[in-house]
């Protein structure tokens, strides 16, 4: 763990470097980097009034390794997309890598090897699913 925490250290200098290229110079409010992410168990979420999950535990080690401040939020999906994209200084965590996003993000690293998806119903409910199709 220690090693891959130190290279993804490495990957958050290189990417705070092109997000602000003058980092030092900017004044102490556009130093902070925020971070946020959409509730999203076991990755990211908030309970009794802490952050926690896989994510938030990357980000806040890397960070405090790196001795760069920042701040984390738990924020609606849609606000922390568009945020990400538009905004300089902020960072989205557990965002997934695809095909369409490839190029409009600076990718630091993994979270997780990939998800498996599983989907549940009520013994009572009439839908059938039969293939991928479905």
Do not use: C
């Amino acid at each position: 763990m220690y090693i891959s925490t130190k290279i993804a250290t490495l990957f958050i200098y290189f990417t705070i470097s092109q997000i602000t290229p003058s980092y030092a110079e900017n004044n102490a409010q556009n130093n902070i980097i925020k971070v946020e992410s959409t509730d999203w168990r076991p990755y990211a979420y908030k309970e009794n009034g802490t952050h926690q999950g896989f994510a938030f535990d990357i980000v806040k080690d890397v960070f405090e390794r790196a001795e760069v401040p920042y701040t984390f939020a738990i924020k609606p999906w849609a606000r922390v997309y568009r945020s990400g994209l538009n905004l300089n200084n902020h960072m989205i965590a557990g965002l997934g890598r695809t095909t369409k996003r490839e190029n409009q993000f600076q990718w630091v690293g993994a979270v997780s090897k990939g998800n498996d998806m599983f989907f549940y119903k009520l013994r009572s409910s009439p839908i059938k699913i039969r293939n991928i199709e479905d």
